[in-house]
């Protein structure tokens, strides 16, 4: 795969974020689950990095399996608040309020 990732293989991890509804959340690994590369959630990470060359897609419903959002990149939370989605007082998204089951 090297520098440049596989169209195919970026298009099959967003049509997964495509489909998270507003207010709700996804971890790296379980959007990689979903995929069937349950060890590959870096990879998903690198896809969503550089998501605006395939479209449009909310890859600020994406975060970390502990709910932390995406690190410089500010702009995700107010995007997630503004969907009512809540923080703990870490500043960490409420997972067991808002991860989606798929």
Known sequence: ????????????ILSVVAEIPEGRVASYGQIARLIGREKNARLVGSVLRSAERYGQYPCH??????GRIAPGWPEQAALLKAEGVAFLESGRVDMKKHQWRE
Do not use: Q
Request: charged share 20%.
């Open 1 to 12: 795969m090297g520098a440049v990732l596989d169209a195919d293989l970026a298009y099959e």
């Open 61 to 66: 419903r994406v975060v970390n399996h502990a």
